[in-house]
Every structure is written in C-alpha cells, then in structure tokens.
C-alpha cells in the first residue's frame, strides 16, 4: 500500500527508480531552489500541534458550528442538503474530513458500496506514554528522532520520538522527554492495558534499549482507541472507489487521512488542492 500510505515516496521511486536517486536530485533541487542553510526537515509549534487548530478555528470565527451533529446528507440537483438539529440547509459543495467510519455513515444513502468499504478501513488502537528523565538517568546518547521496532524483535512497544531532541523547548536543560508508541495493527491488545501497566511496559523496554537507571520526572498516557487508518495491501481499490465517487458526484469531497496521505503535512497539501478546486483555481505549489 506504499502508494496510498506515502504517494510521495512512491512517487520518488518511480520517478528516479529508487529512493536513494530521488534523494540525490531532491538535494539537487533544493539547492536550485536556494533553501536558506539550516531550515528544518519537520517543523512544529512552541506550544504544540493545537496552535494549528486553534489558529484556523480564530480565523474561521462564527462559521464554525461546534457540537453540531449531522443527521443527514443528500444529494439533489447539482447542491447538497446537510440536516443538522432538525434544520436542512443546501450547499454548492460539502467537504467530508472525518475519519472512514463516520464518513460511512454520512454518504451511506449516497452510495451504498462506498459506504462499506470506508466503514472496513482498519484504525488499530493505539496507546501514547510521554515519560521524562533527568539525563543522567539515561546511560545512552538519546541525540537524535528516535527509533521504529521492526516486528522480528518482539518486542512491546512500535518505537519512540525522542521528543526534546528533535525539538526545542519540550524538556528543560538537562532532561529528556520520550513518547513511547504500544499496540497498532501488531500488538492491538496491549493498547487496552491499565495506564500503570503501560508506562511499565514503556519504561522496561526503554531501559532495554537506552539504559534507565533512574525513575522518571513525569509520565502520561492518551489512549487512542481507533489510530491511524491502515493502507493495507490492496487499498487502491478503496483511493479508486473514492475517486469514482467523486466524479459521480462533483462537489463532494472526500478529504482526510485515510486517502492520499497520513501525515499532517499531506493533510495540508490536500486541504489546499480541495480548496483550490472549489475556488476555481488550481495554482497550488507544492
């Protein structure tokens, strides 16, 4: 599913023949495009990812209608009605952004055999420990993103982010913050342990891999019980039943994480090429 969970890689591949080529001429390209020296491959926000929400929720104002539960959509001739609280409103064009599982049941009455395939994306459930150490409690060099598991080393948890070395201003002088990933598609059921449990777990196997020696300055837990959506083997089928929706039915968009990209940064990409067509316009930079 490398084509639907990372169109950019695929795309790099296909264009270069590999990864390593498209690597070579993707620095080529950016010295062509004179990138100032220095500017960082992942960005984030002082305070944390909420700042983006928070930023478009201040701008868009009054149009956003919290707690407000749709009950149905229908398509007419050429427009859209939402029904929300009793109240049915139309619409030149309507945007769906929630996950496959509601988007099912919002265009069910639409189209019954997408519907069914949204409603079987997989969201494994997944469990997040944020623990901080004082560095000297920490025997190896933690200098860097962090670590993915691969799946032959059976081990408890999917990886970690090194969350205060890739980023500023996420642990004071002197400490480490790590964000510990357990269950997903490979370990779903450990995603439902107790939260001591959890940061038991995250704690052992960190001190496997990095050396604890010390207990730490603070831990949490946020369990997500449906994560992020699987691109499993196969899903073109799924990105090409959505392409056909959307052909069927102009003005209607299909525009979340479950299609064309994961990653907050393709979610952007996207959102702006939705917007762009809605406008009229298609003058996106990548």
């Given at each position: 599913g490398i084509r639907s969970a990372f169109p950019r890689l695929y795309e790099m591949e296909r264009d270069h023949g590999s990864l390593i080529k498209a690597g070579l001429f993707g620095k080529r390209d950016k010295a062509k495009r004179k990138v100032p020296k220095g500017?960082?491959?992942?960005?984030?926000?002082?305070?944390?990812?909420?700042?983006?929400?928070?930023?478009?929720?201040?701008?868009?104002?009054?149009?956003?209608?919290?707690?407000?539960?749709?009950?149905?959509?229908?398509?007419?001739?050429?427009?859209?009605?939402?029904?929300t609280n009793g109240v049915t409103e139309q619409f030149d064009a309507v945007i769906l952004t929630t996950p496959a599982y509601t988007a099912a049941g919002l265009i069910a009455g639409i189209d019954a055999a997408l519907a069914g395939q949204l409603a079987d994306i997989y969201y494994p459930p997944v469990s997040i420990v944020v623990t901080g150490f004082a560095r000297e409690h920490v025997r190896a060099t933690a200098d860097g993103?962090?670590?993915?598991?691969?799946?032959?080393?059976?081990?408890?948890?999917?990886?970690?982010?090194?969350?205060?070395?890739?980023?500023?201003?996420?642990?004071?002088?002197?400490?480490?913050?790590?964000?510990?990933f357990i269950g997903g598609s490979r370990n779903a059921e450990l995603a439902d342990k107790s939260e001591a449990e959890l940061v038991r777990i995250a704690i052992g196997e960190l001190d496997s891999i990095l050396g604890i020696t010390g207990e730490p300055v603070l831990t949490a837990v946020k369990k997500w019980n449906k994560a992020i959506p699987q691109y499993n083997i196969g899903f073109e089928s799924v990105a090409a039943a959505i392409d056909a929706f959307s052909a069927a039915h102009p003005g209607m968009y299909l525009c979340s994480n479950y299609h064309k990209g994961i990653s907050v940064s393709d979610c952007i990409k996207n959102a702006v090429a939705v917007a762009a067509e809605i406008a009229g316009t298609q003058t996106i930079n990548e």
């Open positions: 500017t960082p491959r992942s960005i984030t926000f002082r305070r944390g990812i909420q700042t983006l929400t928070d930023a478009l929720g201040s701008h868009l104002n009054d149009s956003i209608r919290l707690g407000t539960a749709v009950e149905a959509i229908e398509a007419l001739d050429g427009s859209y009605s939402i029904t993103f962090g670590f993915l598991v691969p799946g032959s080393e059976k081990r408890q948890i999917l990886g970690s982010l090194w969350t205060s070395s890739v980023f500023e201003n996420r642990a004071p002088d002197g400490y480490h913050l790590f964000t510990i």
